[in-house]
């Protein structure tokens, strides 16, 4: 997959970031090209992340600012493949849905959490001062 790490913009600093999926073993090149040429500055690739299934999983990171004349693309080799595989970035591209779901499901358990928070706070400080009423009278 390959994708930028937030909407891009022409003219705005952004990181492009390919992530290489399912391969075993982990012996795995992975390289970036602008406009057919190699690029190595400003480029990071991590270590290999395992998956339960024994396969593994790795990324790389481009800086790059968006611009309509340039192309780029990772590529990566492995064993497995008869030749290397390459994935154009196209600013056109579909990009991943956002987090939306998971930020909603955040929220709202945040909001009950405080709302738990305040009515066990208010309901302790209605117990002491019944409490305190209760002792002040004595008892009849």
């Known amino acids: 997959m390959l994708y930028p790490e937030k909407a891009a913009e022409m003219g705005e600093p952004n990181i492009l970031i390919c992530m290489a999926d399912n391969f ?3 012996v795995l090149k992975m390289a970036w ?3 057919g040429q190699r ?3 400003g480029v990071q690739t991590t270590d290999y992340y395992p998956k339960k299934d024994h396969a593994f ?3 790389s990171y481009l800086p790059f600012i968006p611009n309509m004349d340039d192309d780029y693309m990772c590529q990566v080799e492995h064993w497995g493949l008869t030749e290397p ?6 600013d056109n591209m579909p990009e991943p849905l956002p987090e939306t779901v998971e930020n909603v499901v955040c929220a709202v358990g945040l909001a009950f959490g405080l709302v738990g ?4 706070t208010i309901l302790m400080i209605k117990s002491r001062k ?3 009423a209760n002792y002040r009278r004595g008892r009849l």
């Open 24 to 26: 075993s073993p982990p």
């Open 33 to 35: 090209f602008k406009n």
């Open 39 to 41: 690029v190595t500055e």
């Open 57 to 59: 999983r790795r990324f």
């Open 85 to 90: 595989l390459g994935k154009i970035w196209d």
């Open 117 to 120: 928070i305040v009515t066990g």
């Open 130 to 132: 019944m409490g305190e």
